[in-house]
T-cell receptor, first 113, second 114 residues
């Protein structure tokens, strides 16, 4: 399946440090999305990058996409304790229905004060 | 603009029972998707509804069914509950035809099957 696979599974850093999470996928995509989930809560959309884009920024977030390697990365700069959450990448297949995303197990980020 | 709301937030059922979960889409959104998230896993796509019809289904048995109403709200029904159905059920709305493609999730309904 076109499941996004996040790496690492867990990441623990100090406040102020940068956090980098990686995502790999298998087939051609229309776009790739990143979501955040606080423990036991719903997912929150962070950023969407289209297949013809290579880099995108949103506040402290930077996402890159390499379609030749079928990979993406999410960088959170100057992390805060409030960034503690699970982060999921979700590739959106070409031709797939709009609401059908394939989530992996996510990266659990812990930011210590 | 109201967000996606789900009810109930928590519920406990026993094996073999049936459950109905409800979702109100974000204002203006015409597509709703349902996801199942087991503990420690990522959300898994169950199905999507658009114009009151199922428009895509994941690898879930027929005892998982749904409805979408003219006001775009939706229900997820699960019959003959099994222990493995214990999970967080997430509803997400989106706008078909939108170039954005992002999903707006509710806070979920946590189902425990005993």
């Amino acid at each position: 399946s076109q499941q996004g696979e996040e790496d690492p599974q867990a990441l623990s850093i100090q406040e102020g440090e940068n956090a980098t999470m990686n995502c790999s996928y298998k087939t051609s995509i229309n776009n790739l999305q990143w979501y955040r989930q606080n423990s036991g809560r719903g997912l929150v959309h962070l950023i969407l990058i289209r297949s013809n884009e290579r880099e995108k920024h949103s506040g402290r977030l930077r996402v890159t996409l390499d379609t030749s390697k079928k990979s993406s990365s999410l960088l959170i700069t100057a992390s805060r304790a409030a960034d503690t959450a699970s982060y999921f990448c979700a590739p959106h297949d070409r031709g797939s229905t709009l609401g059908r995303l394939y989530f992996g197990r996510g990266t659990q980020l812990t930011v210590w004060p | 603009e109201t967000g996606v709301t789900q009810s109930p937030t928590h519920l406990i059922k026993t094996r073999g029972q049936q459950v109905t979960l409800r979702c109100s889409s974000q204002s203006g959104h015409n597509t709703v998707s349902w996801y199942q998230q087991a503990l420690g896993q990522g959300p898994q796509f169950i199905f999507q509804y658009y114009r009151e019809e199922e428009n895509g289904r994941g690898n879930f048995p027929p005892r998982f069914s749904g409805l979408q109403f003219p006001n775009y709200s939706s229900e997820l029904n699960v019959n003959a509950l099994e222990l493995d159905d214990s999970a967080l059920y997430l509803c997400a709305s989106s706008l078909q035809g939108s170039r954005a493609g992002e999903l707006f999730f509710g806070e979920g309904s946590r189902l425990t099957v005993l």
